[in-house]
């Protein structure tokens, strides 16, 4: 794999993601929340290209909290966002109630981190950290009132959301991981080996959760095909 194609691969992933989801878009409409990965995917996208293009400037350290900056306020947007989903495509109130109560409590969390602790000029790790680990928690939510008796109405594999959950639950349980050994593959003592350790993990949860989304998308309009299917 080329230096190139492992810096941008998950920006190629969010691009396929985002051109699949506008092409099933009249199928997407049809399935809840789902249309909503459309301008998530858009800023998804518009996020990482900003990144990308001052990170590639003659000076990329005059950027460098300007990047932090924008990730920070993405990424606490994305684990809100997220969150979102799984209120809507959760039922059980109590599981309901505890997503509610945490989504302001992780949003105070940020600020005080990025406020007081580590500060605006580094990326908000802590907190990340936190989103992530919460992200899991929701993901066992969803699966596990998936498998109730009075839930089970449809294949698991045939329902859309299942892959998002399945994607969320693999790419942040993984990123819970790397990023609390991040300081560790990024020392003196691994060197760029653990550079490149961390980017091919990092890369290979990427193709996890947007080849998910990939496929929740596709199930969208599978769903739909079957649905308006004449009965025999």
């Known amino acids: 794999m080329s230096e190139h194609f492992r810096q941008y691969l998950h920006l190629y992933l969010e691009v396929l993601s985002l051109l699949i ?51 920070n306020v993405f990424t606490t947007c994305e684990f809100i966002f997220y969150s979102i989903l799984f209120l809507i495509y959760l039922s059980n109130k109590t599981l309901r109630k505890i997503i509610t109560i945490l989504i302001p409590v992780y949003i105070i969390s ?8 580590q500060g605006t000029d580094k990326f908000h790790r802590y907190t990340f950290l936190l989103g992530a680990f919460l992200m899991v928690v929701y993901s ?26 399945i994607g969320l639950l693999i790419f942040y349980l993984g ?16 060197g760029k080996q653990g550079t490149e350790i961390y980017s091919y993990i990092n890369n290979g949860l990427n193709v996890v959760l947007y080849g998910s989304f990939i496929i929740s998308f596709i199930l969208c309009r599978k769903n739909r095909k079957t649905s308006s299917s004449p009965s025999l």
């Not at 940020?110 to 602790?117: D, H, Q, T």
């Not at 294949?155 to 998002?164: C, G, I, M, Q, Y």
């Not at 990123?175 to 003196?188: C, G, K, M, P, R």
Request: some cysteine; proline content about 4%.
């Open 175 to 190: 990123s819970v991981i790397i990023n609390a050994l991040f300081e560790y593959l990024t020392s003196a003592a691994l």
């Open 140 to 165: 066992c939510f969803f699966l596990y009132e998936s498998i109730l008796p009075d839930s089970i109405n449809i294949k698991l594999s045939e329902h859309p959301f299942f892959w998002v959950a």
């Open 21 to 71: 989801s506008l092409l099933f878009l009249k199928d997407l409409k049809r399935n809840k929340a789902f249309i909503y990965f459309v301008p998530f995917l858009i800023i998804t996208v518009a996020v990482e290209c900003i990144a990308k293009l001052l990170t590639n400037t003659e000076n990329p350290n005059e950027y460098r909290s300007v990047r932090y900056m924008i990730f």
């Open 110 to 117: 940020v600020a005080i981190n990025i406020g007081y602790i």
